[in-house]
């Protein structure tokens, strides 16, 4: 695979593709809110009339298009929808409605994907869990259960999209102190609550809730592939902090999903991953564009959809191998990787690594602690201080002893970063 060498020479070349076309954006949305409606519709007149097979069928092609518009809201979450402001954040607290996710709230998680992708001692919301090789072999035998359910794909693909849009979006889970993001999350379950009532007024109870049941849980599980694949596979990318680099992680640690063209359309390009890590502002219509005009990022972590469902089973990071592996191949590291492997974690508060409440050094992380980690401003323009009550439900294979080494820290703080990092606000993501 050849990687682009010159980080800053990429960059200046993809800013040219930044600028939202609006009155493409436009057509884009239409294009994808019509049949939605209409299937959505069908879908509840055809379970009012008892047509269960046409409603299930209408329900499906319905979902087809919720995850067309989930794209769309994850584009307006990064600015490149719409050049307005206002416009990327209306027209994505709506669709959030109709996705069962709360715009506002999910914007600052997905910040903090965009700022911590890839990096070992920065892990924390808005990612799927992965342990390394170390890690998981350090916890107790419950804990290792714990992890691999949670790993086991009929886990992850078929009860996880059921619990994070229909449970977990109703709370803002990790920024449980946060009054914006408590905002978010309410607004969203009371335009949801009216929305579930005006279905069922159109096609009963039952009819709603196999019609709304069916299109989020197809939607959720087809998003939920689609965002596994994006960073789980073999020739990933994770390093420690020292060595993370945001290129890197955006090139190496991301996907190019190959899709046939009515895939890729229904998900507005989402397949070249890595060129949107690379730029984030870049509308998805133009995605196509940038590869064909930089060749050089066409091969970088190339993937078929045959290839992807090979990533399904994959499970632990080994550091001494460089690879994601299946729980099959865990072995106990080498004592020279896992001396490595045991880097302490620096936390962060304010511009330095240390709080002023509590100058001595932070005692030493649990094997796992990663899981929820600090940003460093310096890389990322974010601080993230671990909630230790929720730590363990949070991370369920982290003990309640490994807990209560943390410092005492709570809550989850969002700061503007430095000019060379990326533009992360309070409560308006990365850029």
């Not at 715009?103 to 911590?116: F, N, S």
């Not at 190339?302 to 089973?313: E, G, I, K, V």
């Not at 592996?325 to 080498?334: G, K, V, W, Y």
């Not at 002893?401 to 606000?425: E, K």
Request: glycine share 8%.
């Amino acid at each position: 695979m050849s990687i682009p060498s010159n980080p800053q020479r990429l960059r200046r070349a993809l800013a040219a593709y930044q600028q939202p076309d609006n009155r493409r954006s436009i057509l884009e949305l239409l294009a994808t809110i019509g049949p939605l409606a209409a299937f959505w519709s069908l879908g509840l007149v055809a379970a009012r009339a008892g047509w269960l097979s046409a409603g299930l069928v209408s329900a499906i092609l319905a979902a087809a298009f919720l995850v067309r518009l989930f794209m769309l809201q994850h584009d307006c979450g990064h600015g490149s929808f719409f050049r307005a402001k206002a416009a990327n954040a209306w027209v994505g607290r709506i669709a959030g409605v109709l996705t069962m996710t709360p715009y506002d709230y999910w914007r600052r998680t997905h910040a903090i994907h965009h700022a911590t992708s890839g990096n070992l001692d920065r892990r924390g919301l808005g990612a799927v869990e992965t342990l390394t090789v170390e890690e998981y072999l350090a916890l107790r035998p419950l804990r290792r259960l714990a992890y691999r359910i949670y790993r086991n794909p009929w886990i992850m693909f078929g009860t996880g999209p059921a619990y994070m849009f229909i449970l977990q979006h109703r709370l803002p889970i990790g920024l449980m102190k946060d009054g914006r993001a408590w905002l978010s999350v309410g607004g969203v379950d009371l335009a949801l609550a009216l929305f579930l009532l005006f279905e069922i007024l159109v096609a009963g109870a039952a009819g709603a809730l196999l019609v709304h049941a069916t299109i989020i849980l197809i939607a959720g599980t087809i998003g939920m592939w689609l965002f596994y694949v994006q960073h789980q596979f073999e020739a990933g990318y994770w390093s420690r902090h020292a060595d993370w680099t945001a290129h890197d992680a955006a090139v190496r640690g991301s996907s190019h999903l190959v899709l046939p063209p009515l895939l890729r359309w229904m998900t507005a390009n989402i397949g070249a991953h890595h060129v949107h890590h690379l730029g984030s502002r870049i509308p998805f219509y133009r995605l196509p564009e940038v590869l064909r005009d930089h060749p050089e990022l066409e091969a970088c972590g190339r993937m078929t959809l045959r290839d992807s469902f090979r990533c399904a089973n994959l499970a632990l990071w080994d550091e001494a191998r460089g690879r994601l592996i299946p729980f099959a191949l865990c072995q106990r590291p080498s004592s020279d990787a896992s001396s490595a492997a045991r880097k302490p974690v620096h936390f962060a508060t304010g511009a330095g690594r240390h709080s002023p409440r509590h100058s001595a050094p932070a005692p030493p992380a649990p094997s796992c602690a990663p899981l929820v980690a600090t940003v460093h401003p310096s890389q990322t323009g974010l601080v993230i201080y671990p909630r230790v009550p929720r730590l363990t439900s949070l991370c369920p294979w982290t003990s309640s002893a490994a807990a209560q080494n943390w410092p005492p820290m709570c809550g989850l703080i969002v700061r503007a970063g430095p000019p060379d990092g990326p533009s992360v606000r309070p409560g308006l993501g990365a850029h």
